[in-house]
């Protein structure tokens, strides 16, 4: 499995907007590649949102950066201070837990 980690600072304020914009807007995108597996979107009012998203393979991961990451982060340009710092990594261990907003696993 292949995750990549979108860092997203947001301007003062606009954290839960972009994380609203990526849950109406871009969530169906995701779902709809091959070999997309899970996202989690982590978000902090002072430091702005990680947004990591799980994948099969990292080829998956990258043709979804080719084909349509550009399109996501224009969605939310206006409500960022830079262009979002994308990391790639090779999961090593996971727990899966389900783990839903407010809640604990």
Same mark, same amino acid.
């Given at each position: 499995?292949?995750?990549? +980690?979108?860092?997203?600072?947001?301007?003062?304020?606009?954290? *839960?907007?972009?994380?609203?914009? /990526?849950?109406?807007?871009?969530l169906s995108t995701l779902k709809a590649k091959t070999g997309f597996v899970d996202e989690i979107v982590l978000v902090s009012d002072a430091d702005g949102i990680l947004a990591l998203s799980f994948w099969k393979t990292?080829?998956? =991961?990258?043709?979804?950066?080719?084909?349509?990451?550009? *399109?996501?982060?224009? /969605?939310?340009?206006?409500?960022?201070?830079? *262009?979002?710092? +994308?990391? =790639?990594?090779?999961?090593?261990?996971?727990?899966?837990?389900?783990?839903?907003?407010?809640? =604990? =696993?």
């Amino acid at each position: 499995m292949f995750v990549r +980690v979108v860092e997203v600072k947001t301007k003062p304020g606009k954290a *839960k907007e972009v994380c609203g914009t /990526l849950h109406d807007k871009i969530l169906s995108t995701l779902k709809a590649k091959t070999g997309f597996v899970d996202e989690i979107v982590l978000v902090s009012d002072a430091d702005g949102i990680l947004a990591l998203s799980f994948w099969k393979t990292k080829e998956d =991961a990258e043709r979804y950066t080719q084909a349509d990451y550009a *399109k996501v982060s224009e /969605l939310i340009q206006h409500l960022v201070h830079s *262009k979002p710092t +994308v990391h =790639a990594y090779d999961v090593e261990t996971s727990t899966c837990h389900k783990i839903t907003k407010g809640q =604990a =696993a």
